[in-house]
């Protein structure tokens, strides 16, 4: 089953590389994994999109998430109200004559022209991941260069309780 987890982390050089030699060391198959810098300088926010097997491997999971250091607070948002986005750069083969055809394809998507060249176009497009793959699959008979994507960032949509496991570690920190 496919999962959204959320990590808060101290930001930190080599948090990302321990989180992610945990998810190795364990068999976890990372889909995406996105991270940046949240509104406190000194934090970071992880977006994790991870297919585990079974309830029991999830919650073990998220126990080992929240043994690291520098992990204060680990939650599964998969099954709560979220807004969730990812974007794409995709670089497709055009010439003078099929820029408007494909204009016309990426409208209703609401994605955006970013480049144009003699024989290429870039577009960005951001939405949710099945708004992303479908515009690529609309793009591929016309010859996709290149193609660059985000991965998912989410989080908790409106005001709502945060699930969290709390190991006693992490309730001294």
């Known amino acids: 089953m496919r999962r959204i ?3 808060t982390v101290h930001n930190r050089s080599g948090v990302l590389n321990r989180v992610t030699g945990l998810l190795q060391k364990r068999q976890f198959n990372i889909e995406s994994i996105t991270v940046g810098q949240s509104e406190t300088p000194s934090i970071s926010k992880m977006t994790l999109v991870v297919e585990v097997e079974d309830s029991q491997k999830l919650e073990q999971l998220i126990k080992q998430l929240n043994k690291q250091i520098d ?3 680990v939650s599964d948002i998969t099954d709560k109200a979220i807004v ?3 974007m794409a750069l995709i670089k497709v083969v ?3 004559q099929l820029r408007n055809e494909i204009q016309g394809i990426i409208e209703p998507f609401r994605a955006t022209v970013i480049d144009v060249s003699k024989d290429s176009l870039t577009i960005q497009v951001t939405g949710k991941t099945d708004k992303v ?3 690529i699959e609309l793009l591929r008979p016309y010859g996709i260069k290149e193609l660059a994507r985000t991965g998912v960032t989410a989080f908790l949509r409106g005001h709502q309780p945060q699930v969290t496991e709390l190991t006693p570690y992490s309730i001294l920190k």
């Open 84 to 86: 969730a986005r990812e």
């Open 133 to 135: 793959e479908a515009l």
């Open 71 to 73: 992990v204060l607070k």
């Open 5 to 7: 987890i959320n990590a």
């Open 94 to 96: 055009s010439n003078g």
